[in-house]
């Protein structure tokens, strides 16, 4: 197995998960960890990208190749910032297009990030994958334009699965840990109107989705990596604050975001219902459906 992007939030969940089912797995990153230069056998083995286009040969029989690469989206939306995101999304994919070329023996699949921005933000639609996609921002521009050059890459001998994250909620990184804490220091509220729509799924579940993809061949083209329970923004804060203990009282106003924040506010202030169709569909059982059952699971292992 190899992961593109394993040293990040939900790819080093990912490497950990395999590591612990007996898998070999590869890392691929811009930069190895100095502590991680001499790897054991039950550690993951680091490759650089500029190594890999190199010598693309240690990338021979994979069973499958997962790219999660990308700069983050939580830095600020300058138009430097904004140009970093895409062509991060944008590069990975071309290099794993050359890499894929090169390759005798191909990988059987390669699960290729995405987001459940590619539909566009609504709060009365609901969404699955067989939906249109709609360029409506930049976070839908930014989705179209990187599962359009994932599309450049599709060989006829490897099955490629795109995977649409929704909002992934962990404790160790992601959006989570900074929504939690205005609930933690006592002036939790919601945000905005809290009536937009928050699609999210459990860490756990989203590595254990896409371990699921790679297994079952029946899988291909878009998968939702989301719970089959999206709720607004109001009810999750009112959930965080119930397992927590906290208060629910202080609303952060729309224009004090957007002032603050600028178009980057849309990421607390837009979203969209998504449900997990084809995962479903496909026998995927979530162990943590409900928003209740996750944060309270975060909340035992913090």
């Given at each position: 197995?190899?992961?593109?992007?394993?040293?990040?939030?939900?790819?080093?969940?990912?490497?950990?998960?395999?590591?612990?089912?007996?898998?070999?797995?590869?890392?691929?990153?811009?930069?190895?960890?100095?502590?991680?230069?001499?790897?054991?056998?039950?550690?993951?083995?680091?490759?650089?990208?500029?190594?890999?286009?190199?010598?693309?040969?240690?990338?021979?029989?994979?069973?499958?190749?997962?790219?999660?690469?990308?700069?983050?989206?939580?830095?600020?939306?300058?138009?430097?910032?904004?140009?970093?995101?895409?062509?991060?999304?944008?590069?990975?994919?071309?290099?794993?297009a050359v890499l894929i070329n090169k390759l005798q023996k191909k990988?059987?699949?390669?699960?290729?990030?995405?987001?459940?921005?590619?539909?566009?933000?609504?709060?009365?639609?609901?969404?699955?994958?067989?939906?249109?996609?709609?360029?409506?921002?930049?976070?839908?521009?930014?989705?179209?334009?990187?599962?359009?050059?994932?599309?450049?890459?599709?060989?006829?001998?490897?099955?490629?699965v795109t995977l649409r994250t929704g909002v992934v909620i962990g404790?160790?990184?992601?959006?989570?840990?900074?929504?939690?804490?205005?609930?933690?220091?006592?002036?939790?509220?919601?945000?905005?109107?809290?009536?937009?729509?928050?699609?999210?799924?459990?860490?756990?579940?989203?590595?254990?989705?896409?371990?699921?993809?790679?297994?079952?061949?029946?899988?291909?083209?878009?998968?939702?990596?989301?719970?089959?329970?999206?709720?607004?923004?109001?009810?999750?804060?009112?959930?965080?604050?119930?397992?927590?203990?906290?208060?629910?009282?202080?609303?952060?106003?729309?224009?004090?975001?957007?002032?603050?924040?600028?178009?980057?506010?849309?990421?607390?202030?837009?979203?969209?219902?998504?449900?997990?169709?084809?995962?479903?569909?496909?026998?995927?059982?979530?162990?943590?459906?409900?928003?209740?059952?996750?944060?309270?699971?975060?909340?035992?292992?913090?």
């Amino acid at each position: 197995m190899a992961v593109c992007g394993g040293t990040g939030f939900i790819g080093s969940a990912l490497v950990s998960y395999w590591l612990q089912e007996g898998h070999e797995v590869i890392i691929v990153t811009r930069q190895i960890p100095t502590a991680d230069r001499k790897s054991s056998a039950s550690a993951p083995r680091y490759i650089t990208w500029e190594e890999l286009e190199s010598s693309p040969e240690v990338m021979e029989g994979l069973d499958a190749l997962v790219n999660l690469a990308g700069s983050s989206l939580n830095q600020r939306w300058t138009e430097k910032g904004k140009q970093r995101i895409l062509s991060s999304r944008l590069n990975s994919v071309r290099a794993i297009a050359v890499l894929i070329n090169k390759l005798q023996k191909k990988p059987a699949v390669i699960v290729q990030g995405s987001a459940v921005g590619i539909y566009g933000t609504s709060r009365s639609e609901e969404f699955d994958e067989n939906s249109p996609t709609s360029k409506q921002d930049f976070l839908s521009d930014v989705a179209l334009k990187w599962e359009h050059e994932a599309a450049s890459m599709v060989h006829s001998a490897v099955r490629i699965v795109t995977l649409r994250t929704g909002v992934v909620i962990g404790n160790e990184g992601g959006a989570y840990p900074l929504m939690r804490l205005p609930f933690l220091l006592g002036f939790g509220g919601r945000v905005g109107s809290g009536q937009q729509w928050m699609s999210w799924i459990h860490l756990h579940d989203i590595v254990r989705l896409i371990d699921y993809a790679v297994m079952n061949p029946a899988i291909t083209g878009p998968l939702n990596a989301v719970s089959p329970t999206p709720v607004m923004n109001d009810e999750f804060g009112r959930t965080i604050a119930k397992i927590l203990g906290r208060p629910y009282w202080l609303p952060l106003p729309a224009l004090l975001l957007k002032i603050a924040l600028g178009e980057q506010a849309t990421l607390l202030l837009d979203g969209q219902r998504v449900l997990p169709r084809r995962a479903l569909e496909q026998g995927f059982t979530f162990q943590f459906p409900t928003l209740i059952e996750a944060v309270t699971d975060l909340k035992r292992h913090k």
